[in-house]
């Protein structure tokens, strides 16, 4: 199975000020005939279900901000917050969906600080 | 507007089985894979398995092997998810979640609000 490993566990950031969340796969992402990294992002808020951010690493879902960007190939990848806003506080997931099993990172915590 | 509406909390007994349901709305069941993923208290996600609306075909994660039913009822646009001999470990919210239409397992783009399944004695 594909290990996802993140980090930071959490991080605060002031209001304004960049957030970064890095993302290493244990095999590589990228898939040579169409030169795809297969990794998602995600955005879970306390008691609601997790919301698709970005996928193909760096493609924003559709109504996502894009103060959201994600970025990287192979095994490591970030997710960045350009501007951290008062509702982006939350736990942010990355998914490699390469092959199954589906599997995500342990998860990385935002606050303000 | 697509939604999936998930069945309520249960609490069960070990050695049990629960069933959860996700009705749909808003797309053509049939052309989107179904997911399930499971998230224990202050963990992170565990993806279960997927079902293809449009066959029935199924794959689970070797996690759950023999523990765990993915089904549809294409008539009612409602998909299931069925943990048999259910263990304390169990205890977790349960989501259902869309796939992308491509027919193989991706990402998931909507996801249902989640049903508590509490194992206790």
């Known amino acids: 199975d594909f290990v996802m490993t993140q980090s930071p566990d959490s991080l605060a950031v002031s209001l304004g000020e960049r957030a970064t969340i890095n993302c290493k796969s244990s095999q590589s992402l990228l898939y040579g005939s169409n030169n795809k990294n297969y990794l998602a992002w995600y955005q879970q808020k306390p008691g609601q279900p997790p919301k698709l951010l970005i996928y193909?690493?760096?493609t924003r879902e559709s109504g996502v901000p894009d103060r959201f960007s994600g970025s990287g190939s192979g095994t490591d990848f970030t997710l960045t917050i350009s501007s951290l806003q008062a509702e982006d506080v939350a736990v942010y997931y990355c998914q490699q969906y390469y092959r199954p099993p589906l599997t995500f990172g342990g998860g990385t915590k935002v606050e303000i600080k | 507007q697509v939604q999936l509406v998930q069945s309520g909390a249960e609490v069960k007994k070990p050695g049990a089985s629960v069933k959860v349901s996700c009705k749909t709305s808003?797309?053509?069941?049939?052309?989107?894979?179904m997911h399930w993923v499971r998230q224990a208290p202050g963990q992170s996600l565990e993806w279960m398995g997927w079902i293809n609306a449009g066959n029935g075909d199924t794959e689970y994660s070797q996690n759950f092997q023999g523990r765990v039913s993915i089904t549809t009822d294409t008539s009612a646009s409602t998909a299931y998810m069925e943990v048999s001999s259910l263990r304390f470990e169990d205890t977790a919210v349960y989501y259902c979640?869309?796939?992308?239409?491509?027919?193989?397992?991706?990402?998931?783009?909507?996801w249902g609000q989640g049903a508590l399944v509490t194992v206790s004695s």
């Open positions: 808003g797309y053509t069941f049939t052309s989107y894979p």
């Open positions: 193909w690493a760096y």
């Open positions: 979640a869309r796939g992308d239409s491509s027919g193989y397992p991706r990402f998931l783009d909507y």
